[in-house]
């Protein structure tokens, strides 16, 4: 069963950027689908975007062209999310979730952009 | 992109009662890639049922999915109190993936 651990809560600025990361464990890591969704406070979830960790090519949301990058890194079994040019909507928890259908979660990051 | 719409927006029910949830997509969902999820406050949501229809995991029978094409149902035969959540479904078959916007089952 693999198992996902991202990284500590953030806070950041206006404008600024943010980088999660989760770290998968006890699977193949190479060719198990990791999707980033969001969920801002009160709201349902949000799909912003996904990789094959074998293929490297990530699919994201049209909303956040340009401004997230979703990366792997097989040598240690990490995806990355970054979120650039933060906004106050962008305040949300981020998590990353394996398998077609998400099988597995990691607990979320709180993003915080606040001034 | 594929709009899901899930019904009702709350259900208020009793233990042991049955909850019949509804989640229709604007375009037919490719190959029934629908998937539920259950989230309680301040958890990650958990995979209740992929394919439209098969339990995950460890998930209890009392789950059920059925469905196809652009209509689905999530059915829990008789609630437990630990049922009592919000429930989302997801469509995993086209890109961009989306989510309905949730459906509220809550003690009545």
């Known amino acids: 069963q693999v198992h996902l651990v991202q990284s500590g809560a953030e806070v950041k600025e206006p404008g600024s950027s943010v980088k999660v990361s989760c770290k998968a464990s006890g699977g193949t890591f190479s060719n198990f689908t990791i999707t980033w969704v969001r969920q801002a406070p009160g709201q349902g979830p949000e799909w912003m975007g996904g990789?094959?960790?074998?293929?490297?090519?990530?699919h994201n949301a049209q909303r956040f062209q340009g401004r997230l990058t979703i990366i792997a890194d097989e040598s240690t079994s990490t995806a990355y999310m970054e979120l650039s040019s933060l906004r106050s909507e962008d305040t949300a928890v981020y998590y990353c979730?394996?398998?077609?259908?998400?099988?597995?979660w990691g607990k979320g990051t709180t993003v915080t952009v606040s001034s | 992109e594929i709009v899901l719409t899930q019904s009702p927006g709350t259900l208020s029910l009793s233990p042991g009662e049955r909850a019949t949830l509804s989640c229709r997509a604007s375009?037919?969902?490719?190959?029934?890639?629908l998937a539920w999820y259950q989230q309680k406050s301040g958890q990650a949501p958990r995979l209740l049922i992929y394919g439209a229809s098969s339990r995950a995991t460890g998930i209890p029978d009392r789950f059920s999915g059925s469905g196809s094409g652009t209509d689905f149902t999530l059915t829990i035969s008789r609630l437990e109190p630990e049922d009592f959540a919000v429930y989302y479904c997801?469509?995993?078959?086209?890109?961009?993936?989306?989510f309905g916007q949730g459906t509220k089952v809550e003690i009545k």
């Open positions: 990789i094959i960790p074998f293929f490297g090519t990530a």
């Open positions: 997801q469509q995993y078959g086209s890109l961009p993936r989306t």
């Open positions: 979730a394996g398998g077609m259908s998400l099988d597995v």
């Open positions: 375009q037919s969902v490719s190959s029934n890639y």
